[in-house]
């Protein structure tokens, strides 16, 4: 996450009480995160807006394995489960891309399309691996707003990683139903620019 800014929100009763044993975790665009005394996170909106979205994701993935659970929200702040592992493009510039990690990228993006979203796409940062390659999302935004039918940031990340070649690999020998799409769409944005 990002540095810390100075904002001012002011919090119910709940959410302070909660804060005081708190540590800090981070800090991004949309607000800072504190982790909580019984292990879960609270994240602190800078606009409530942007709150709603992002709880009504979550409310609406709370079935899925790759998303947190919530536990409770007010206007500016949601309680939700910790995410733990390694930020994926952390881990890749380490580690490289292994087939499992890669397997489970790609049925992150196909459960997606099956939760209804518009989005299909999400950024290297906003996702954590585990030690078992499992793949938990941290910050969904815009996935029912925005449109975008393959994965364009995430296949942009892994490129300027350079493993962008071997998730397509892994995309065409193990779904190649979506290889074809994803690899068109990527190859033509990376050349030209253009969705």
């Given at each position: ?11 119910d ?13 981070g ?17 602190i909106f800078k ?5 709603k979205n992002?709880?009504?994701?979550l409310?609406?993935?709370s ?12 206007d500016?702040y949601?309680v939700?489960?910790y ?9 890749i510039?380490k580690?490289?891309l ?28 906003d ?15 815009n ?11 995430l ?24 290889y ?16």
């Amino acid at each position: 996450m990002g540095k810390r800014e100075g904002y001012y929100i002011e919090l119910d009763e709940i959410a302070e009480n909660m804060l005081r044993g708190a540590n800090f975790i981070g800090s991004g665009h949309n607000g800072i995160v504190y982790l909580l005394e019984d292990g879960r996170v609270i994240k602190i909106f800078k606009n409530k807006y942007v709150c709603k979205n992002e709880y009504d994701i979550l409310k609406k993935t709370s079935k899925s394995k790759y998303f947190p659970q919530v536990y409770l929200h007010g206007d500016y702040y949601i309680v939700r489960s910790y995410v733990s592992g390694e930020r994926l493009d952390y881990y890749i510039k380490k580690n490289g891309l292994n087939k499992e990690a890669a397997i489970n990228i790609i049925q992150l993006i196909r459960e997606f399309k099956e939760l209804g979203f518009t989005k299909l796409d999400i950024r290297c940062k906003d996702l954590y691996i585990n030690n078992d390659f499992s793949i938990k999302v941290i910050d969904p935004k815009n996935n029912y707003s925005r449109n975008c039918d393959y994965p364009r940031h995430l296949m942009k990340g892994l490129s300027k990683l350079g493993v962008l070649d071997d998730f397509l690999k892994i995309v065409k020998e193990e779904y190649s139903q979506d290889y074809g799409k994803w690899n068109f769409k990527m190859q033509r944005y990376l050349r030209k620019g253009i969705k």
